[in-house]
Structure formats: C-alpha cells, structure tokens
C-alpha cells in the first residue's frame, strides 16, 4: 500500500515512520487545521436552523426527532424494506475473528445507495441528496464540497455471546470524521443502541500518546486493526467506566443520530433475535486538504 502520511488513511503501515511518530503527527496537524478552520475561518452555520451540526462540534453527538416528513417517512420504510432483502445486498456474518461460531453472531445485511438504484428505489436515492443532511454534514467537515456515502443497514442479532468486533469501543481514525443514521424502527436497549462518550473527540495528550502506541502495535502486526480499540475482557473497568459515560442512541423511528466517529464509541449489547435497522450517512474527507476545497 502507498504510504501517505497527508492522507487519509488510518494509519501507516511503517515500522519506522510510526516509531518516529507519523501518527500522533498526523492526529496534532489535522486537528489544528481543524481547530483553526472552525475558530478563525468558519462562517457561522447558515443553514441549520436546528443547531445539530454545532452540538456535534462540541459534543461529538447531536439527534433530530421527527426528521422526515410522515408522508416521506412511510415511503422511505416501504422502499427499504423491499431493497434490504434483493439478491446483490452484501451479507456479512462472519467478518469479526477467525471462530467458525462467528458465523452466527450476526446477520449484517447492507445495500449502497448509488445511482443502480435510482429507477427501482426513487425515495431512498432522492435521500441521499438530502439538503438538511447535506447541510449538517457540510457544516460538521466544514468544507462546502463534500462527498456523502449512503448505505442501508440491517442488523439482525442471532447470538450475542459471540464476540462482535463493533462493540468494542474504538476510535474509527484519527481525524474528526461523521456519521449519521436514520433509524427505521425504535431503537430500544435491547436493540443495542449506538454508544459514544461525549467529548471523547476533544484533542488530549493521552489520545496523543495512544495513537503513537497502537500505531506501532499495528506496523509491527501485534493489532489488525487501525481503527484503534478497547478489546472486551482488555480491561473491562475502564469498559464500564466509559460504558457509564456514554450516551445512549435510545430514540424513536424517524430520528436522525449524527456523532463524530473520531471519538469513542461503540455498538450496543443487542438481545438475540433483536432487529436494528437504518439508512446510514458518512463522509471521509482528507483533513489535511480542509481548506482546499
Ligand atoms: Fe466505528
């Protein structure tokens, strides 16, 4: 792979360069630019009368009830529940560790929301263009040209006592990066709600020493995963403590959940047979081009 310390990619697969400290360099250098975009260069956010992408800001997680329309809402359920059961929908049920129980943990059925499906599924591709999620997203990346990915997500719970490589809390990478999802049904306790420590996106030095130090476990082949993790059963005092800290993406069908990846969260403990579906935005920008575009 191409080593790029100026792009996005997680993490470097060098020995030396993350020794030398690659990572925790990249981490300080693009949350400066973005520090200095939002405080000195940002123009007040025009268009979001709801303020969600200002809490997301400083939060890290904001959510907007009663996002849609009823009308639109209904029309958005009906298309969905049709497109996540066609025959090209990406089932995965077995990408979390080597165990062939794994297989079962659970059913993770995913469809991309591109241009295939306009003519079939006109209400979902219509949402990806969403204005008001354009807009949050625009407003939180703080960059006007922006690129939003679209997916649908069905996650079907068959047995929790696998272990799921997404409930464990994680920092998906090392620069501010967003995410949405609006949720089809309640999601309730049992349906394992979203988790995030509020804040946890905020720049600290431990973080800055983190970085450094998974980013040499990864080169060095110990970790396989740049998305760096709290593994369960790791340390489960600090599991509980940051479980504690957490908010709870317990919300009704219809509301928008938008969170800063780049702090720590989590997949939630979903009972067996529970059923959690959402149409799911993100962006992945390069943070080091912030003000290029
Ligand atoms: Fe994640």
């Not at 975009?37 to 997301?56: L, P």
């Not at 059961?85 to 979390?96: A, D």
């Not at 690129?147 to 994680?170: Q, S």
Request: hydrophobic share 35%; net charge positive; proline share 3%.
């Amino acid at each position: 792979m191409k080593l790029s310390i100026f792009s996005h990619q997680k993490c470097l697969n060098s020995v030396p360069l993350n020794i030398l400290g690659s990572q925790p360099f990249r981490y300080v250098l693009s949350k400066t630019l973005y520090w200095l975009k939002n405080n000195i260069f940002n123009k007040k956010n025009k268009n979001d009368q709801e303020n969600i992408s200002s809490e997301v800001i400083k939060k890290g997680y904001a959510d907007k009830r009663n996002f849609l329309s009823d009308e639109d809402f209904t029309k958005i359920k009906k298309e969905f529940d049709e497109a996540i059961f066609e025959p090209n929908v990406i089932i995965e049920k077995e990408s979390y560790n080597d165990s062939k129980d794994l297989l079962e943990a659970i059913e993770h059925r995913t469809l991309m929301i591109d241009d295939s499906v306009k003519d079939k599924y006109p209400a979902l591709y219509s949402l990806k263009d969403n204005l008001a999620i354009k807009h949050i997203f625009s407003n939180c990346e703080l960059k006007n040209n922006i690129e939003i990915f679209c997916r649908l997500e069905r996650i079907k719970v068959h047995n929790n006592k696998i272990h799921d490589n997404n409930k464990d809390f994680h920092y998906d990478t090392f620069h501010n990066t967003f995410k949405a999802w609006l949720f089809l049904k309640d999601v309730k306790e049992e349906q394992g709600p979203f988790h995030l420590v509020p804040y946890s996106h905020n720049f600290s030095i431990k973080r800055f020493f983190s970085e450094w130090w998974y980013s040499i476990i990864y080169a060095l082949k110990i970790i396989t995963e740049p998305s760096f993790r709290i593994e369960e059963g790791d340390n489960d005092k600090i599991r509980d403590n940051y479980n504690k800290k957490s908010i709870k993406a317990i919300v009704p069908k219809n509301t928008l959940v938008v969170a800063n990846a780049h702090g720590l969260h989590r997949r939630g403990d979903a009972e067996n047979g529970s059923v959690r579906e959402s149409v799911q935005f993100w962006t992945r920008e390069n943070p080091f081009k912030i003000f290029l575009k």
